[in-house]
């Protein structure tokens, strides 16, 4: 983590190009096949990078004090999963970017198999496996045309390259399905809430914390970099897609009685928001993007946290089992609120930075997506407000006969969350001016 800032700190935001770059030669000389894989920072890598630093500390945080079987085992799937992310969000490579892609999807996977519950956790990891092979067998079309055209899968190459309009609608056709099944965009989101609620609560920290964000990114990096013109003109189908998805999940949060099932159908919605955010064509818009990738990471993060710390000592997940927490767990009630109002994009947060920034951006671009936007943000309101109240206030219910606030680790992981949330949200340049260069590059593309 220290690394990573310091390499924030020594990062040139005017360079458009990788930074920090060695090169590792995958080739077989010996048969001159040289095959030099660049690998490099960029800011919107690099802000992911030390997101997912973020969440994997905390995912050892969260339950360090408590009674684990098989710790180890599970230290060494979120260890993989760090170690992936940080090979997908630096490498300049296509080939490498795919197998990260989906190599990533394995130890979640694992986590769903050998956590889930007996009943469930066949299906979910069945919905998971189903939805993301149909998603690479579609990006692995992709990468063959791109190939067929090019001859090269280097990303620094591939920029310099110029598409035919008909060739960036059919290869945006075939990237875009695979990156809004990894978001995922409605109706793509079955597969879910039945993961989250299957996973352990460190398999859904980094599913909603980060490992969703590989589709948003990758709608950056391949789609709106590379076919521009395919991204416009998919437009009226992406804006109906996150229109559906905004008011839909957000209406299904609110009717929902698992608390992980609520949580999961946000960051269906919010990963929706984001995709508006993307495809806005303004620098407004993809900005605000940006920062609601490592806004809604950070939060939902929390909540998964808060989640998994009541079922920890209770073993139930569904809200009408609790009530009146408040009075036993002022420290847990405390981060629990605070994550609670960035979720709706409470000000002084950096959710309320992203959304507004966004809908700065949809005013210019279309009102009538602005229009459903605001809807989604009223619906947040409703559900987040909704979900505290039952868990924090009313009476205690009968079959909490021992309330126990939070651990040491346990404040730390989740206080660090709300900490951060509160500081970028009143200081969000600290983020937003290492972000400028690239973001202006991608929106020009976009416009050109």
């Known amino acids: 983590m220290c690394s990573l800032l310091s390499y924030w700190v020594l990062f040139n935001k ?16 010996t048969m001159n096949w040289n095959w030099v894989v660049v690998f490099g920072f960029r800011s919107i890598g690099m802000f992911l990078c030390i997101l997912t630093c973020f969440l994997a500390n905390m995912c050892f945080l969260i339950n360090y004090e408590t009674e684990r079987k098989e710790r180890n085992f599970l230290n060494m799937l979120v260890w993989c999963v760090q170690l992936i992310l940080f090979v997908f969000f630096t490498t300049e490579d296509l080939i490498i970017f795919f ?3 989906e190599l990533s999807l394995v130890p979640i996977f694992i986590m769903i198999l050998k956590w889930g519950s007996a009943t469930r956790r066949a299906l ?28 090269t899968t280097n990303f620094i190459l591939l920029e310099l390259y110029h598409f035919s309009e008909v060739k960036q609608i059919i290869m945006f056709f075939f990237f875009f399905w695979a990156f809004a099944i990894k978001i995922p965009l409605f109706p793509f989101h079955l597969w879910l809430p039945l993961a ?3 996973a352990n609560t460190e398999g859904s920290i980094l599913l909603a914390g980060i ?6 990114y990758g709608l950056i990096k391949v789609c709106v970099n590379l076919f521009p013109y395919g991204c416009y003109y998919f437009l009226p189908m992406i804006f109906c897609m996150c229109a559906f998805g905004i008011v839909h999940c957000s209406m ?3 009717v929902q009685e698992d608390m992980k099932a609520l949580i999961a159908y946000s960051s269906v919605s919010h990963m929706s928001f984001v995709v508006l955010g993307i495809v806005s064509q303004n620098v407004f818009g993809l900005t605000g993007a940006v920062l609601l990738m490592g806004a809604h990471g ?15 000592r209770y073993h139930v997940r569904q809200i009408d089992y609790y009530g009146g927490l408040i009075i036993g767990m002022p420290l847990f009630g405390t981060c629990f609120l605070i994550t609670t109002i960035a979720n709706f994009g409470f000000p002084l947060t950096l959710n309320f930075v992203a959304e507004f920034i966004i809908l700065l951006g949809l005013v210019h671009f279309n009102l009538f997506m602005y229009f459903f936007a605001s809807i989604g943000l009223f619906l947040a309101l409703i559900y987040s407000i909704l979900l505290f109240n039952k868990v924090m206030y009313g009476n205690t219910k009968r079959f909490i006969a021992h309330i126990l606030d939070v651990r040491k680790s346990e404040f730390y992981a989740i206080g660090l969350v709300c900490i951060y949330s509160l500081i970028l949200g009143c200081y969000p340049n600290i983020i937003i001016d290492y972000l400028a260069g690239e973001i202006n590059y991608y929106s020009i593309k976009k416009l050109c």
Do not use: D, R, W
């Open 196 to 198: 989250h609620v299957e």
């Open 99 to 101: 197998s990260m892609f």
């Open 124 to 151: 979910a990891s069945y919905y998971f496996f189903l939805f993301t092979s149909a998603g690479a067998i579609l990006m692995l079309v992709g990468i063959f045309l791109l190939i067929m055209s090019t001859n």
């Open 14 to 29: 005017l360079i458009l190009n990788p930074q920090f770059e060695f090169f590792i030669n995958l080739g077989i000389p």
């Open 252 to 254: 299904c949060a609110i």
């Open 211 to 216: 490992l969703l964000k590989l589709g948003g």
């Open 298 to 312: 950070l939060v939902s993060s929390g909540l998964f946290g808060c989640v998994g710390i009541l079922y920890e």
